[in-house]
């Protein structure tokens, strides 16, 4: 390169200096992205040096353009790069004007080639549609000919003539060879602007299949001028941008869905749409067949803001299906359980006799067990803890003559309320027995009134006739009092003096029991789908859950779907008081089953159903309506118990005992919760964690660790995993076999929670006469114990004209002239010193008096 100065100078020969060219140009190019951004990118495109003479053509110089295609443009010499103004400085991704003119060239240049293109196709199409015309013109002239050549031919030869079709009804005619001289089908294609090289026809041109719009090309390799130029140009290998793609995506997308949301529209039925009392969107949307998005939508339009998983109400759902066009029917939550009992109707033709259930009812150790006991020639209250029953006990005695009778055996103590009145539900008959020394008690009562509220006959059985001191008069006649009038006074009722120890007067009692149930006429259908009552459940470590019921209506069989309460199962074991293995258990009989997939509360209703589908549904609906009902209902009810319930809690000081129980059977756990709940005080509550029947188990310990409860077990024992982590964690377990001692244990420590009672005790009153200044001690009250005496370390209060001004707490400065003393008798003097307080006055009462701690108890 030169410098300018010699740039100026000029050779004497007139030839242009040799000079190296730029064989490259610059510039930018803006990138755009998805979500609006861009970027600009510095390019630069090389370009092949090529040395010619001027005036004559390169190596690689277009060749010239076919007809119907506009000469290309001339590229134009890639100037310098001038100097960068002002505002290329201030912009560096600014296009130049050269760079402008250039894009603007490369665009006219391609949409006159793309023209040029698509002349071309519609002329050689044009042409090749003449050339078909006139080929399938000729094939028909040519057979037509030879049809009537045939025709005369046969005509000549006196053959008969054939009917032939028309060519022009053949589906694809063969094309023939034309007649003519090839001169005059090349005159022919002449005369329509076209040739052809062979006589054969072309073949069509194979259409190229497009790219999918969901697979575009992504630009590969280093950005150069040539490409943008390609791009800009519109040529068939563009590549789309990501951006682009994107929106085209979404606009199909939008597009579809459009046209699914008409075809919708157009294609939706009305149908008949089951509306239970509480159903979520997603359901709901499933019955109508319907996306769930759309009654969203429908539902903020009523300005409500839902989710899928949300709940609706009955009126709620209807609303919005009737505005769909479907057709309601409401039904409730509860209709899942219709049917349950069976569809057979009993009817005396299929009703068959059935022995009588009788409940033993009375109180705490009048002897029911022993009674009993006596009837079934067995021991069964030696087994009981303390002499006395906590489960219900169900046995059936077969007497000599072959009859059976089912013995319901109630506990009398005052905790077991609940299991009587279960008791007393599945009964037929009660016999109350009572002690004939011991007279009319307060569970003698309860029982009473149990067997009234279910309607069943009573029998009074006087027990223990065969003490000194019974009086069975005194028994009948305190009868009366609870309308309980006996044959000896004239009424209906039955009663019968035995003795279970000595075994006197059991026939008659067995007699009058087959004597009132021939009355009753007790029958029932064998031939049904079984319908039993549970008695009792409990969890057995080896068996499982075990559940004793009564079956009251058909025949309960092994294999069965049952469903009682809110579990459900299938029965693996059906067996009788005696242990022995049944296949199946009739009406009135007591049995255990095994197979249920949780224990049952005692008092559900058992129900033999016909799949495991149908059981598993009416168990998951008790369920929830028991965890409703514990959540204490729904709507303003729940706002309201809470309400109340946060203003009580906030008001209110008690303190609470965690208990952790677990019993052998469901009844005896029960009875447990229902005793604690009734010692709660409005200062101490028991609060029981969980209650559950089973062994303690290491959860159980966990659990009374996290709450800080004892662990009570009754009738139950703990594990050795479980003991071991109780006595890691100082966990406490105690074990109970007789409930009133628990309850006991349970009040007392109770007790002690109790805030002691504080009580005063008046000592005297001392009356300020004068009060005295003294240097580093203040003043000094000296007083007349007017009233009682005054001491030493008593609490003492100031009075002034009978209004207490002050709580002094306790008195520690008592003299008597210079002396400390500690008591003054009354009518003495002495003086008093209260420390702090100065404001004492003359004519102020001072009272002493004593403060005793007394301990509560519930």
């Not at 510039?27 to 990118?41: A, C, E, M, P, Y």
């Amino acid at each position: 390169m030169s410098d300018g100065n010699e740039q100026k100078e000029q050779p004497a020969s007139g030839r242009k200096p040799l000079t190296l060219t730029r064989t490259h140009a610059t510039g930018t190019v803006k990138q755009s992205f998805s979500h609006g951004r861009t970027k600009h990118v510095a390019v630069e495109v090389r370009e092949k040096r090529s040395l010619t003479r001027p005036g004559a053509a390169g190596p690689g110089a277009p060749a010239a353009p076919g007809p119907g295609v506009p000469p290309p443009l001339r590229p134009r010499a890639t100037p310098a790069p001038a100097a960068p103004t002002q505002e290329a400085k201030t912009h560096p991704g600014a296009i130049s004007d050269i760079e402008t003119r250039r894009r603007e060239e490369a665009v006219r240049r391609s949409m006159a080639e793309r023209e040029a293109r698509e002349q071309r196709s519609r002329a050689e199409e044009e042409q090749r549609r003449a050339l078909d015309d006139a080929q399938r013109k000729m094939a028909a002239e040519q057979a037509q000919l030879e049809s009537e050549a045939e025709a005369r031919r046969r005509a000549e030869a006196g053959e008969p003539e054939i009917a032939e079709a028309a060519p022009e009804a053949s589906a694809k005619p063969t094309l023939r060879a034309p007649a003519q001289p090839m001169k005059e089908e090349n005159d022919l294609l002449g005369d329509l602007g076209g040739r052809i090289k062979t006589a054969r026809r072309p073949a069509a041109p194979v259409p190229v299949k497009p790219a999918k719009k969901g697979e575009p090309k992504r630009r590969e390799g280093k950005l150069t001028l040539d490409m943008v130029e390609r791009e800009v140009a519109g040529d068939d290998d563009r590549v789309r941008s990501l951006a682009a793609y994107r929106r085209a995506q979404q606009k199909e997308k939008e597009r579809r869905a459009k046209l699914m949301g008409a075809g919708a529209e157009r294609e939706r039925v009305a149908r008949e749409v089951t509306i239970p009392e509480t159903i979520t969107v997603q359901e709901l949307a499933n019955r109508m067949a319907m996306r769930g998005a759309d009654i969203i939508k429908f539902m903020m339009r009523q300005g409500q803001m839902l989710k899928m998983t949300d709940a609706l109400d009955a009126d709620t759902a209807e609303l919005i299906a009737t505005e769909h066009g479907h057709a309601v029917r409401r039904v409730a939550e509860s209709d899942i359980e219709e049917g349950l009992a069976g569809i057979i109707e009993d009817t005396d033709e299929n009703l068959q006799p059935r022995p009588p259930v009788v409940t033993v009812m009375g109180h705490v150790d009048h002897g029911k067990t022993s009674l009993l006991d006596a009837l079934r020639q067995t021991d069964v209250a030696s087994g009981e803890a303390g002499g006395i029953t906590q489960h219900i006990g169900a046995y059936q005695v077969r007497l000599k003559e072959g009859q059976r009778v089912t013995f319901l055996d109630t506990p009398g103590h005052a905790a077991f309320s609940a299991m009587r009145a279960r008791g007393a539900q599945v009964t037929d008959i009660v016999v109350l027995v009572v002690a004939a020394d011991d007279g009319v008690m307060p569970q003698t009562i309860e029982a009473v009134q149990h067997a009234r509220a279910s309607g069943a006959p009573i029998i009074v059985a006087i027990n223990k006739i065969d003490k000194p001191d019974a009086n069975p008069t005194r028994v009948l006649t305190d009868l009366l009092q609870h309308e309980i009038v006996t044959e000896t006074h004239g009424g209906d009722t039955l009663s019968v003096e035995v003795s279970a120890l000595k075994k006197t007067g059991l026939d008659k009692l067995v007699e009058t029991i087959l004597l009132q149930a021939e009355l009753l006429d007790l029958k029932a259908n064998p031939d049904r789908p079984a319908e039993a009552a549970v008695i009792e459940s409990k969890l057995d470590r080896g068996r499982g859950t075990v559940a004793t019921v009564l079956v009251q209506k058909g025949t309960l069989k092994r294999g069965d779907i049952v469903v009682a309460g809110g579990q459900w199962g299938r029965i693996r074991a059906i067996t009788n008081e005696r242990g022995q293995v049944l296949q199946s258990a009739g009406p009135s009989e007591p049995v255990e089953i095994m197979g249920l997939e949780g224990v049952p509360e005692p008092g559900d209703t058992l129900n033999v159903v016909e799949s495991e589908t149908r059981a598993r549904e009416v168990a998951d609906y008790r369920q929830r309506a028991r965890r409703q009902r514990t959540a204490g209902g729904g709507g303003s009810q729940v706002r309201t118990s809470l309400e109340s319930m946060m203003a009580k809690f906030k008001d209110s000081t008690a303190k609470e005992l965690p208990v952790l129980v677990k019993a052998d059977v469901q009844g005896s756990a029960e009875a447990i919760v229902g005793s604690l709940d009734k010692l709660a005080h409005d200062e101490v509550r028991a609060r029981v964690v969980l209650s559950g029947v089973g062994a303690i188990n290491e959860s159980d310990v966990q659990l009374a660790k996290t709450s800080g409860a004892p662990v009570i077990g009754f009738n139950v024992r703990a594990s050795k995993e479980a003991r071991d982590l109780a006595e890691r964690e100082g966990v406490e377990i105690r074990y109970y076999a007789i409930i009133y001692d628990l309850i006991d244990d349970i009040k007392g420590v109770m007790s002690g929670m109790l805030a002691p009672h504080m009580r005063e005790t008046f000592l005297g009153n001392a009356e300020v006469l004068e009060v005295f200044n003294i240097s580093k001690v203040g003043k000094v009250a000296g007083c007349r114990v007017s009233d009682g005496v005054v001491r030493k370390g008593a609490k003492v209060r100031i009075l002034r004209e009978n209004v207490v001004i002050q709580e002094m707490g306790v008195l520690n400065t008592l003299k008597r002239f210079k002396d400390e003393v500690n008591e003054v008798l009354s009518g003495q003097e002495c003086g008093m010193s209260f420390g702090q307080f100065q404001d004492i006055k003359q004519g102020d009462v001072i009272e002493c008096f004593n403060v005793e701690v007394v301990q509560r108890t519930l």
